[in-house]
Structure formats: structure tokens, C-alpha cells
């Protein structure tokens, strides 16, 4: 692979990757977040905050291609990557009810292509004007509990439009200081 295009996968990633094809991606392997959202939210600001991690983070627009047999991660371009987000419409609904019930089920057990990506899934279900339901889907190749505290606590940094330090680091060069010392 040509340098700068793709990355060296982690020891982690390498398991993870190798169990999914062993078993031909039919079993999902995610850490899955639900949150039950009471009280008024600026949707706008929901999306924005999410694009803005999207942005930051190379490893949600990562997915994993394989040259001779090897998996590389290969992360797309900020401005070439377009993740879309929408309010979904569950008005009505209780969490109980079963049509959101299979929803979430659905999210919890999503099936990614590591080749194609995206890798994560995101929504923003409304049951009324004032409660949501938001998900969170990572495949566990690109994220891990801390990370998904990190994108958390960014989230909400971000909705109430605090700025951010630059990112010193990505997982790609983890990856890269790992290998080195492997």
C-alpha cells in the first residue's frame, strides 16, 4: 500500500478483523449506547456536534481493506466523508412499544462491512417535541468503552459550544508507535 493511504492495523484491530471474516461478518461486534433524552434539545446543535467529532476523530471514517491477505486501515478524508443525520420520526411511541423495541434491537445487532464502512451508526429518534431516544453503534475495530466516553464527553463540550483542543494524537499513529515496539 502506498504510504499516507494506509495504515497499519493494531494488534487489536488484527484480532478483531480476523474474527470477523472467520465467521464472515454474521455476528456483530459493537459497543452499542442508548440514551433516553427528556427536555428540550437543539437538534441543529445534536447534528452539528456530531459532524464536528466525525471530523476530529480519522477513526470513525476508517474502514479496512486488505492487500495481500493483510488488513489496513484506511481512513477517508474529512471532506470526502459524509455521514447523514436525520430526526426520525417515533412520535407516539413508548419506550416499551414494540416497532422502537426492534429499532434498537436492530442498532444493538448491526452488521458492519469493515471494507465499505461507515462503521458506527447513529440516530436521533423523537418521541415527542420533548423526549428522544439517541443511539450510538461503534463496531469494536474502531472504538473502545474509553473511547466512547472520550466522543461523550466531547459531544457534550461541543453542544454547548465549547471549543476543543486540536487532537495530538490519532488512533493511526497508536498504531504506527505500537507496531514499532511489537
Known sequence: ?????????SNAQARLWSVHYLDGGKTPNNIANLYHIKGGLQIDRVFEAIQQIITRHDSLRTRFIVNKGVPYQS?????DFHYPLALEDFSGLQLSDQKLQDTLKFEQNRLFNLEEGPLFSIRLLALSPTEYVFTCVLHHIIGDYWSVLQILEEFNQLYQSRPLPNLKQQYTDYTHWSNAYA
Open 1 to 9: 500500500p502506498e504510504s499516507g493511504l494506509y495504515y497499519p492495523v
Open 75 to 79: 481512513v477517508i478524508g474529512h471532506q
